[in-house]
């Protein structure tokens, strides 16, 4: 077995917090003694700095992502017969908030380079939509002017379930660049420890143009309430902690060096493993700048590459390994294997390399023999 020193991590967030260490611990420390831990004037500073980071006129702090994507669809009123549109190839949280609200989920199928949701599958099935939700897969940005053209067209709303994109960016046909989050009514960001941008804990945020939706949306987290024990809607409590306020926005600092030494290390990979085996790398989208959420490469021998690393100590892993039309949860939606024949292919063959901003140069070498190696076994 490798030794606890050999074992390369998935992502190493503890290699994270002690690169800010002094800086997190002080901030946390400030926290504990004003008290102000809800809706403390952390949470409000965070707020501005990832709107300023995001390109976006408004962020709003929430209590995870997922609570983000919920709240922007209750914000919309999509509520009980609505179906919202999402990618069949994504964490279950991207469908979950559509079944709180009483509506349904229509799967769509992906796209066979990117994974991410397919432009023309959403043209054939976005009729009767009340929204729709493309995933910036992995952290690329799905094909948002194909999409948005669909979509409009149709006159169904978007919102961006950007949870592993922060700072993903678009090039427009006239050069200009939007960052995710921009390109739809609002953007559901997750601070997941482990995304981009990670919390100690469970937090998210949204980030919206629409004032009066960024309104709707701060009632909507806090009660409803305007005021203390004054409110306007029914809502819920699905605020973003002061303590993970703070914690964010010390990492928020260090968030542009992450996602390029994520950029670099993606780089060296696809120079390394293409042509290796079998094996897809992940494709080169020049006008969707990918902030490599994840390295996700495909393989026919995706099973047996998983085991050979593992026991070789390197935590490589499946995002994600069951196509959300074929899980147990949404049996009761009738979905049958071969529905969405390219999620489903996704699901088999995808395999996540372990990729972290602290990786160092041996790590990714080590990581690129042992693939190697399993190859020339075969
Ligand atoms: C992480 C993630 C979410 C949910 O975020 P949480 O903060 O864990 O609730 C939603 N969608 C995608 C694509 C994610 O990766």
């Not at 004003?34 to 962020?59: C, D």
């Not at 978007?158 to 592993?164: P, T």
């Not at 006239?174 to 997750?190: C, I, K, L, P, Q």
């Not at 030494?261 to 990979?269: D, G, I, K, Q």
Request: a negative charge; glycine letters at 8%; aromatic letters at 8%.
């Amino acid at each position: 077995m490798p030794t606890n020193a050999n074992r390369i991590p998935l992502v190493d967030l503890r290699a994270a917090y002690l690169r800010q260490k002094d800086e997190i611990d002080a901030a946390m420390q400030a926290v504990v003694d004003n008290t102000r831990f809800i809706q403390g004037r952390e949470v409000a500073e965070l707020e501005e700095a990832f709107a300023a980071f995001s390109g976006s006129g408004h962020a709003i702090g929430t209590g995870s992502g997922t609570a983000s994507i919920h709240l922007c669809l209750a914000a919309a009123g999509v509520g009980p017969g609505d179906e919202v549109a999402v990618p069949a190839h994504t964490f279950i949280a991207t469908a979950e908030p559509v079944t709180w609200r009483g509506a349904t989920p229509r799967f769509i199928d992906v796209d066979p380079d990117t994974g991410c949701m397919d432009p023309d599958a959403l043209k054939a099935g976005i009729d009767g939509a009340k929204a729709v939700i493309p995933v910036h897969l992995y952290g690329r940005p799905a094909d948002m002017e194909a999409i948005t053209s669909v979509a409009t067209a149709a006159g169904v709303p978007v919102f961006e379930d950007a949870a592993q994109a922060h700072g993903a960016e678009v090039v427009n046909a006239d050069g200009t660049v939007v960052r995710a989050g921009n390109y739809s009514v609002a953007a559901a960001f997750s601070f997941y420890p482990g995304k981009n941008l990670g919390a100690f804990g469970d937090a998210g945020a949204i980030t919206t143009n629409d004032e009066e939706f960024a309104a709707t949306l701060r009632f909507l987290r806090d009660h409803g309430s305007v005021r203390k024990y004054e409110h306007m809607m029914v809502g819920f409590a699905d605020r973003l902690d002061t303590l993970q306020a703070a914690v964010l926005a010390v990492k928020l600092t260090t968030l542009e060096w992450c996602n390029q030494r994520r950029r670099e290390l993606a780089a060296a990979f696809d120079a390394s493993l293409r042509g290796v085996g079998d094996l897809t790398i992940p494709p080169a989208t020049p006008n969707r700048r990918s902030v490599y959420h994840l390295y996700v490469v495909r393989t026919g021998h995706r099973d047996a590459l998983l085991a050979h690393l593992r026991a070789a100590g390197i935590e490589a892993s499946i995002h994600y390994p069951y196509p959300l039309h074929l899980q147990p949860a949404y049996a009761s939606l009738g979905y049958r294997r071969g529905d969405l024949p390219q999620a489903e292919a996704w699901a088999a063959e995808c395999l996540s390399l372990p990729l972290y901003p602290e990786m160092t140069a041996q790590q990714q070498e080590r990581i690129v023999a042992e693939v190697a190696a399993f190859f020339d076994k075969a």
